[in-house]
């Protein structure tokens, strides 16, 4: 029965991502595209004189040659957003999975919310602010091993540092209160993630010097609204539908077996 | 094991928290479903970059402008 809740709770999520990733793709397709193709003007202005270089025209070139901009842009764009909205609509009900009635008095509807705020934070914005997002034709191809290692690693440290913070705050309620415990948690989680930044190798190569400030700001904050975006519909819509099946009902003396689930482990 | 859940169901009022999921009904699928995400996520964010499964450019060309406005590392 409890399989069969989690199953239900996996669809739901993996149902709300998908409505999530049609928001984010929207916000992509009309705030993320302007800056992704100004970037591309960029890149092959700067190309052309110096088509020699190897990586410019003749990769550029190529890249338009794969896949033209008109499909990047729409199909390929929503292909992207809506698998990232699925799988980590999947992943996130699964942390919802294991969260609820182990954070605190939260509601199905509260501890979906929660889960979507810590997968915005852990996911994608502490990563964000030490690996920012960047935009085509900015990053150094030779270093792409070495920034995708960096930023994936960033993501990992963060989701576990997160799940530290949760598991840490639990155990100093009792003593300090609720409040207290959360801001200690918290506190210490900011000054681990601090310090994992200053000591982390920075990634100063990935934009090229010259490269437009406004556009490089303006695709940053798209990245950024995409994502928000993203986690606050997944929060609603999930929140609205894990409070349909896991939301406890009335409990009336004798008839409550089915829905009483306490852990035993 | 099914009388102990109705009293402890019985005895707490459930306005408050929902009961805990057990972890050993979560794992499996955690597991599963976490892996086949994972991958997918992959797929999405890093294939033909970095590392490739596949040779040629076409996925990497295909989730190109996604990869970079969800903050991936591209190229």
């Not at chain 1, 191809?141 to 070495?146: E, F, L």
């Amino acid at each position: 029965m409890h399989g069969s809740t989690v199953r239900g709770l996996l669809v739901r999520g993996m149902l709300a991502g998908l409505i999530a990733g049609l928001f984010a793709f929207a916000v992509a397709y009309v705030v993320g595209e302007p800056p992704v193709d100004g970037s591309i003007a960029v890149e092959e202005a700067q190309a052309a004189p110096e088509a020699h270089a190897g990586h410019g025209a003749a990769a550029a070139e190529e890249e338009e040659e794969a896949v033209s901009r008109p499909v990047q842009s729409t199909v390929g764009l929503a292909t992207g957003v809506l698998v990232y909205g699925v799988a980590l609509g999947g992943i996130a009900a699964l942390a919802f999975s294991f969260a609820l009635g182990r954070v605190g008095r939260f509601s199905p509807r509260a501890t979906a919310a929660l889960t979507a705020g810590a997968a915005f934070t852990l996911v994608y914005l502490v990563p964000f602010l030490k690996y920012p997002a960047t935009p085509p034709a900015v990053g150094n191809p030779d270093t792409i091993g070495r920034r995708t290692t960096l930023f994936f690693l960033m993501i990992l440290l963060s989701v576990l540092l997160g799940i530290a913070a949760v598991i840490i705050g639990r155990r100093l309620a009792p003593r300090l209160g609720n409040w207290n415990a959360t801001l200690a948690a918290s506190a210490g989680f900011i000054a681990v993630t601090a310090v994992a930044f200053v000591f982390l190798p920075a990634n100063d190569d990935a934009v090229k010097a010259g490269f437009p400030a406004a556009l490089l700001w303006e695709f940053r904050l798209a990245s950024v609204a995409i994502q928000a975006v993203l986690w606050a519909v997944f929060g609603i819509v999930f929140g609205v539908l894990a409070q349909r099946l896991v939301a406890p009902r009335p409990a009336t003396a004798g008839t409550s077996a089915e829905q009483a689930v306490p852990a035993v482990g | 094991m099914a009388e102990a859940v109705v009293s402890a169901a019985a005895s707490t009022p459930s306005l408050s928290a929902p009961a805990p999921l057990p972890v050993r009904a979560v794992l499996p699928w955690a597991l599963f479903v976490g892996l086949l995400a994972l991958i997918a996520l992959y797929f999405v964010g890093a294939e033909q970059g970095a590392t490739s499964v596949f040779a040629g450019a076409t996925v990497h060309e295909w989730v190109h402008d996604g990869r970079h406005l969800l903050g991936f590392p591209c190229h």
